[in-house]
């Protein structure tokens, strides 16, 4: 072999060398950007489309021992908001939060107290005690309505009666078809009347602690990117299931189509039997302390949602803050009302946590309710279906 020949070799020799060293360098760094997740657009990009605003239309229905009932849109300071007994002059309270897909059957995964706003009863007690006087004042002003009502309908009834005379000469009296549906109308208006009356009587005795209360909803979302411009653009949800526990504040709603549209990313919790890239899943299912985490969410429901693109959700990051146990995280992931319900992501993009507290007079420390818990419920359920094992 002549010296040329063999200086090509070495050449040849260096080059494939360079290129299997830039090989090897390139994939141990794809390995440690696998090892060490995705970065939070990445995530967000990819999973963003999951994650629905949630708006609930609520009102409060109270109801007295005899039957008798009244309607409220919330509390405010120390008196029930909107107070009437005509269920035609309800006001309605807006709540919003944040959910996200768990199936293709269109279920999303929330907080309790976003689609259930519960209010405390010795609260509506104390206001019932509060607001006795102004109550009986409303029964009061419906009962003179309703009397003046009355008095309109019968002087309609009246005057649609016509006399008339026959070929005869004698006289009779004939009336307007107008009048049967006008009957019903009284009839309706002085058994209403009777009621109120009865209430007003109820109100001099009443026990408050014996008042039920009723929360009445109307759930609604709107996806990642989708522009909205009446309320005719939200999908209507019905709620399926509630966390009977006071301490896990989580909640399945369920679109009414019951189909996840296709273009939306599913979250899914990860089960001891799936297979997952590097590291392991006991690795993943891991929280510590300062681990990076992202959430993604409405902070402010629709003020800061809305915007010339559509409804956007908005990512948030922070780190563990707190040694996690099975009741809750505790991180430093900034948020504002609205974000309940918001998925919590580890950096490789997996639920690790739903959003549901904040520390009063802060935004920068948050509670989730953690992975077991969620799993825990979600099996219950029924969203997290059993996996047969393989036979053989």
Known sequence: MTMRNISQSRTLALVMASAITVALV??????????DGKTPEEIFNTEASGVAIVVNSV?????????INFYFSGIENGELKDLTTNLDSIKLSTVS???FFVDDQGSLLT????????????QVVACVNKSTARLMMFYQHRSTELAQM??????????NVYWDFD?????????????????VKLEALGTEKTRVEQALETLSYVNPSEISVQVKTNISIALHNQRVTTANDFMQCKTVMMSPEESVDLALIRLKSERTPEECHIFKTPQKNDEWDSPTLAEREKLSITQPLVMIGYNQGLMLGTTEQGIQAQLTTGTISQEPDNQRVMY????????????????WG???AVNYAGILNSQSFNFGIPLVQINKYLKDWGVIKPVRKKMG
């Open 167 to 183: 070929i005869l000469g004698r006289n009779f009296t004939h009336e307007s078809p107008d009048n049967d549906s006008l009957r």
């Open 26 to 35: 390139v994939g141990q760094v794809a390995c440690k950007r696998s090892n």
């Open 59 to 67: 009102f409060y229905k109270a109801s007295l021992p005899n039957g």
């Open 150 to 159: 009355m008095a309109v309908t019968q002087q309609e009834i009246e005057n």
């Open 332 to 347: 430093s992931i900034a948020a504002l009302q609205g974000s309940s319900g918001s998925p919590v992501l580890n950096q």
């Open 350 to 352: 997996e639920l690790v």
């Open 97 to 99: 939060g944040t959910a």
């Open 111 to 122: 907080n309790r107290h976003v689609v259930y706003p519960e209010l405390p009863h010795d």
